[in-house]
Every structure is written in C-alpha cells, then in structure tokens.
C-alpha cells in the first residue's frame, strides 16, 4: 500500500537520525501527486536548534521547494506523533493528511497532551491517520533511549 511505503521513507530517515545520535525520528512530505517533495530527520543536536524536528525541518524544505508557505494538498508522514510546536506548524502549512508511526504519550500534541488540532483556535485540521507502522517506530525509538542507559 502506498501509506506504508512512503512511511518507509520516514523510518529510514528516523534511523539515520538515530545513526548521528539524534532522537530516531524522520518525516517525509508528499505532494498530491505522489512525489515527494521533502525527507528530514531530527537535527535538534546537530543545529542546536530546539525547533529542528523532523516535521519543521520536512516542511521547510517543502515550502522552499514550492516556493510557497502553503502545503495545501499535501500529506506528511513521520515516525512519532507530533508535538504541539510541529501539529501547529502543520496546521499553518495547510497540510491536508497526516500520517503518524508511534503514539508519544510524552511529547504528543496531537492525540494527547496540547491537542492542537482540538482547539477552535486551529486554523487548519488535517485529515490523521496515526499507527501505521507504529511497532517499527516504536522499536526504534525503544532501543535508542536504552542505549542511552
Ligand atoms: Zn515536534
């Protein structure tokens, strides 16, 4: 199916950011046709940047690719359910579907926690369709943070 393997893209780049010891997580954006049009990993260490999560970084990279602050049309794909900061920035980008991995009881804003997209204040709701491939994302994130032990 096409989710899954788009979600693939983002688990491979949530492994990468694993591999530059960064929180294993990856976002990927695709255009209404199928393309994609943006890939990223955490960078939050490298950048030492707080706000460079994968999704910040996805749809930067998507907005300078279209040349627009608008990704209406289009759908984001990442490996842990976004955080109240990344679900705000999707909310202004107009993404139209979301599609996320592992539930974060921790850091969510989406399904838990700030429920951005709850608010009346949201300007935007996108479609969400979350758990897909969650076991994999999970997995990763799992073994990451137990290294760290
Ligand atoms: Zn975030």
């Known amino acids: 199916m096409e989710f899954r393997s788009f979600m693939e893209l983002a688990l491979e780049e949530a492994r990468a950011a694993g591999a ?32 460079a999560h994968a999704e910040m970084l996805a749809i930067r990279a998507a907005c300078a690719a279209l040349g627009s602050e608008r990704l209406g049309g289009h759908s984001l794909y990442v490996t842990l359910e976004p955080c109240a900061m990344c ?52 997995a990763l994130l799992r073994d990451f943070f137990a290294a760290k032990r």
């Open 20 to 51: 530059r010891d960064e929180v294993p997580v990856g976002a990927v954006v695709v255009a209404p046709g199928g393309d994609v049009v943006a890939r990223a990993g955490n960078r939050t260490r490298e950048l030492r940047d707080p706000t």
């Open 87 to 138: 679900a705000a920035a999707i909310a202004a980008a107009r993404i139209e579907r979301l599609y996320y991995a592992a539930s974060d009881p921790k850091s969510g804003g989406v399904a838990q926690g700030a429920r951005v997209f709850s608010h009346a204040q949201s300007h935007h709701v996108p479609q969400i369709y979350d758990g897909i491939a969650a076991s994999e994302a999970e």
